[in-house]
């Protein structure tokens, strides 16, 4: 549970107010303990402030120096500044604004505040014995708190509270401007981010856009890919890779898969050729990339271009190179969980090709080149501009994320490596991974999943079902069996808890409900 | 001197009138221990808990009583300031008569 801190309570601890001081000490860490978030009203500023300096001049003399006033103003603020170091600001709303009508309009505005959390996920803190009997579900003395049964917070699947935690003030002031400026599509964030972006991956051309999906979409329709044109990708992937090759009227055309990083083989590429070939589309699941040397060298002795499938490997290397610009054609995703993430969706294409960016420009906005003017068929594929400004704040923090992540699959990787039955994931040389997922082989998978479930660690089995068996394709006349490696992996695959922020104590207690499940 | 005083929700309210020097006074007062539910230093918590609380406390204390800042990095305590302090200071004199903690 977060707490939201009344006045009081924080000048009780910042003050050391006697007797209440130990207590409100120890609710707030019993929080932070728990996995609660502390939260200080941005409208009650003002209110910590004065009150902390009358706490503060109780000790002086009546005849204290002229400058006494500013120097406990000054100490006061040294103090509210370090309280307030491990603590999250709760931005004041316009809607908490206008309680000048009531009674108190400063703790209407708190309580107004909690209605922005979950049901039950956060109460105000305070000594305020008033507003703990008008509002009793929304509130709790240290004492009520620290008395309460514990419910120490779960664990995430992915965490996006922590990482939101670190960038909320600039988030919060990122879609502010854009609701003030109204320019709610193409807006000045779009361009800002596809700088931005296609600096980091240093390829020339970055063309944001509504969806991975659409991104790869775009793609293939910048590529004049159609009917009677095949497409060579993977069975093992999120269905957007191949349905979009069938929404274009093409074939979409399996390649197995490698059995330890779970991406194309090359080696099975050539024979997946013919005369019909438009694009190879390997993918980078699960936050490595392809073996995209071998894959390009193929593809280029026959003239085929390459489109890669980033939307999960987005910050990964592939011999010192970002994912995204290995290949004529880079597409990647923003999807909420993905490495870099907005808060819908969103998505990427990144390519080295001045003619080709132009006509992915084109195509995002229904193939328009001037207004009114459409020589090509697009569609409606832009990235909104309040997702262009979640992302360029979130941008901030993914290069260390990835970083993190590369240490936190290592970690796993330590931890796992020796168990019988668990085969991690495997890294190719000359690959970085930004482990948007870490995925292992389990040998009894199901069996191993439904007993972390009972041990309160999430899991989850990512394509379950290979494309060539799914309905959808059922065209292909596939059959089981058809794609070995990509069935074994769909059968064995099992994805752990993974984040940047994910704890070195979590990552322990996957490891061991692990060895306990088996 | 030994006067009689109600304790009630945190305040200490003398049964008959007294006027003191200052604002603020430290002294000592006799509990009956009949009425005490934990004694202090023996809190039902874990100690590891009031540990980190107590160093918490410690780090802010440490900063209120560190040596006062030189004259150019005080703050300038102006008419609009001393105006704003007065109101804060009103407000919390109000919530004390209300038996709300300021």
Redesign the interface.
């Known amino acids: 549970m977060d707490l939201l801190i009344d ?2 309570v924080a ?6 107010r006697l ?4 207590y409100s ?2 609710a ?3 929080c932070l ?1 728990q996995g609660g978030t502390l939260w200080l009203y941005v409208g009650s500023v ?2 910590l402030e ?2 902390l ?2 706490e ?1 001049k ?2 002086l003399e009546p005849d204290a120096h002229p ?1 006494a ?3 406990i ?3 006061a ?3 509210l500044n ?2 307030a170091a491990d603590k999250q600001w709760l931005a004041a709303l316009a809607g908490e604004g206008p309680v000048f009508d009531r009674s108190d309009p400063e703790e209407e505005q708190l309580i107004a505040a909690l209605s922005r959390f979950k049901p039950g996920t956060a109460k105000l803190l ?5 507003l703990c009997e008008r509002y009793p579900d929304l509130t709790m003395t240290p004492q009520q708190y ?1 008395e309460a049964p514990s419910s120490p917070k779960g664990m995430d699947f992915i965490d996006l509270k922590t990482q939101q935690g670190r960038v909320r003030p600039g988030l919060e002031a990122g879609i502010h401007r854009v609701l003030h400026h109204g320019q709610y599509i193409m807006g000045p964030e779009i361009n800002e981010l596809e700088k931005r972006l296609a600096a980091y991956v240093d390829v020339p051309h970055c063309i944001t856009c509504a969806s991975g999906t659409d991104a790869l979409l775009m793609a293939l329709m910048a590529l004049d890919i159609g009917p009677g044109d095949e497409v060579i990708t993977v069975p093992y992937t999120w269905i957007s890779t191949a349905e979009v090759i069938s929404l274009l009227c093409a074939k979409p055309v399996f390649v197995d898969i490698q059995p330890h990083t779970y991406n194309m083989d090359p080696e099975k590429l050539e024979a997946a050729i013919t005369p019909h070939t438009k694009a190879v589309m390997p993918v980078g699941i699960y936050g490595q990339c392809a073996d995209m040397t071998r894959i390009n060298a193929i593809a280029d002795q026959h003239g085929i271009p390459v489109i890669e499938d980033a939307a999960q490997c987005f910050g990964a290397t592939h011999h010192g190179q970002k994912a995204c610009n290995l290949s004529l054609i880079g597409c990647t995703s923003f999807f909420p969980s993905k490495p870099l993430g907005c808060y819908g969706d969103g998505g990427a294409v990144f390519t080295p090709d001045d003619a080709l960016a132009d006509k992915l420009r084109q195509i995002r906005v229904h193939g328009q080149k001037v207004k009114h003017q459409h020589p090509l068929v697009g569609i409606n594929g832009r990235l909104d501009t309040i997702q262009a400004a979640v992302l360029l704040d979130k941008f901030t923090l993914f290069p260390e994320e990835c970083a993190l992540r590369a240490d936190k699959g290592k970690r796993y990787d330590a931890l796992l490596s020796h168990i019988p039955g668990i085969h991690p994931p495997v890294i190719a040389p000359g690959n970085t991974s930004v482990y948007a997922q870490y995925t292992v082989l389990a040998e009894n998978r199901d069996q191993l999943s439904q007993k972390l479930k009972q041990a309160g660690i999430p899991s989850v089995a990512y394509y379950t079902a290979p494309l060539h068996l799914q309905g959808a394709f059922a065209g292909l006349g596939h059959q089981p069996g058809d794609f070995p490696v990509s069935e074994q992996v769909a059968g064995q695959c099992l994805s752990f808890p993974m984040s940047p922020y994910l704890t070195d104590q979590e990552q322990e207690r996957v490891a061991r409900a692990i060895r306990e499940s088996l | 001197m030994k006067l009689e005083a109600v304790y009630d ?2 305040r200490l309210e003398f049964t008959r009138p007294v006027l003191f020097k200052r ?2 006074v430290h002294m000592n007062v006799e509990v009956p221990d009949s009425e005490i539910l934990h004694p202090p230093g023996q ?1 039902p ?1 874990p100690q590891a ?2 540990d ?3 160093a ?2 410690d ?3 440490a ?2 009583n ?1 040596p ?2 030189p ?1 150019d ?5 102006n008419s609009s ?2 105006e ?2 007065e ?3 009103l ?2 004199r109000m919530r004390e008569e ?5």
């Open positions: 006045v009081c000048i009780d601890v910042c003050a050391r007797p209440h001081a130990e000490a120890m707030l860490q019993h303990n003002q209110t004065y009150t300096v009358r503060l109780r000790g400058t006033n500013g120097r103003l000054k100490r603020k040294d103090v370090a309280f305070t000594r305020d014995e008033r620290l | 929700r945190g604002d603020r809190d918590f808990l009031v980190q609380a107590r918490m406390l780090r802010l204390d900063i209120r560190a006062l800042p004259e990095q005080v703050p300038e305590w300031r001393l704003r302090m109101a804060f200071d407000r919390a209300q038996g709300r903690p300021a």
